[in-house]
Each structure stands twice: as structure tokens, then as C-alpha cells.
């Protein structure tokens, strides 16, 4: 992406992608789920009033459970990423995920209009407290605007910034 400008025709494979999407959603059966569902699943606690403890509570939660990560605000990433760290891996339950729960992160969570320079810098923090995945909240008022050159600079933003570490981080 460095240096890179957006595709000419991003804003009409965006329109594309919202037309395509169906009006309705299928009905769900028990069927329709995979045997290992915690497997799948971000364990989140980003409630703005929660407490370490809480944060706690809920990463060993997400370690009992089997599920893929727990997911915590950028101020206590490192906390729960700690928290996994300490965490025996017998603790985690049988028959679950193999690898214990990763660490991840939102950045401009909850609206995503914050500037592409404090995603940025919350994402490079985010990632050197041990967070293992960035899942960004793309500013809505941009796509809403059909700013497309301004998206993908903000998006490019938080990619520059994960890349900057000495570790691989997925990026959502």
C-alpha cells in the first residue's frame, strides 16, 4: 500500500458490495453453526466503564471458553495480553481452540472519526502492548461522503503503523 493511491474504481466496487448485500438474513439452525464456536468467536469487553478487574475476568473468561481472542480496548491491551501470558494452558477447556485466546485491539473505536494520525498512534501502542490484531473503525462520514482518497488514507494510516512492528499483526 506505501505509496500507493486508492484504486480509480473503489468507490464503485463499494457501491457494488452494498448492492450485493442480501435484504434479509437466512434463518439460522443449530445446523448452521460449527461444533467449535468459541473457536470463532472474539470474547469483547469494550464497555467504556470497565475495570481492570473486569478486563481480567473477562481474558481468562475467553481462555475457559476456547475462543479464538479477547478483544479489549487500546488502554488495557496489555493487561489481557499479561493476563494470557500468565494464564496455564490446562486451564483452557477441553476439546477448544489449541492455542490460547490472542490478544486484540480496536483503534477509533467507537466511531472511527477520530484523525488517521491518533488511529495511527493508538494502533503502533496497541501493537507494542502485545495486541496481535488491529480491528479498525473506518470513519463512516468519509464513506458516507464518498471521500474515498481520505478512507484509504486513513485505513493506509493504521496499516503503516502495524507494519512499523518487529512482529506480523492482522488487520481487520
Known amino acids: 500500500m506505501a505509496g500507493q493511491s486508492p484504486p480509480a474504481d ?3 466496487q463499494v457501491q457494488h ?3 450485493s448485500l442480501p435484504g434479509t438474513l437466512p ?3 443449530e445446523r448452521s453453526f460449527p461444533s467449535d464456536i468459541a473457536g470463532q468467536v472474539d470474547h469483547t469487553l469494550l464497555a467504556p466503564s470497565a475495570t481492570s ?3 481480567i475476568a473477562a481474558t481468562l473468561e ?3 471458553l476456547g475462543a479464538k481472542t479477547v478483544c479489549a480496548p487500546s488502554g488495557y ?3 489481557a495480553h499479561e493476563t494470557l501470558a ?3 494452558a490446562e486451564r483452557q477447556q477441553a476439546g477448544a481452540t489449541k492455542a490460547r485466546p490472542l490478544p486484540i485491539c480496536t483503534v477509533g473505536f467507537p466511531h472511527g472519526n477520530a484523525s488517521s494520525y491518533a488511529k495511527a498512534q493508538e494502533t503502533k501502542r496497541a501493537v507494542e502492548d502485545g495486541a496481535a490484531e488491529i480491528d479498525m473503525v473506518q470513519n463512516v462520514g468519509l464513506v458516507k461522503e464518498g471521500r474515498w482518497a481520505d478512507l484509504w488514507s486513513d485505513i493506509k494510516a493504521v496499516v503503516d503503523a502495524a507494519k512499523g512492528s518487529d512482529r506480523k499483526v ?3
Request: glycine share 4%; hydrophobic share 60%.
Open 27 to 29: 434463518s439460522l439452525s
Open 77 to 79: 491491551v496489555r493487561l
Open 53 to 55: 478487574r473486569e478486563i
Open 170 to 172: 492482522a488487520l481487520k
Open 17 to 19: 458490495l452494498l448492492a
Open 10 to 12: 473503489l468507490a464503485l
Open 62 to 64: 475467553a481462555v475457559e
Open 86 to 88: 500468565g494464564v496455564p
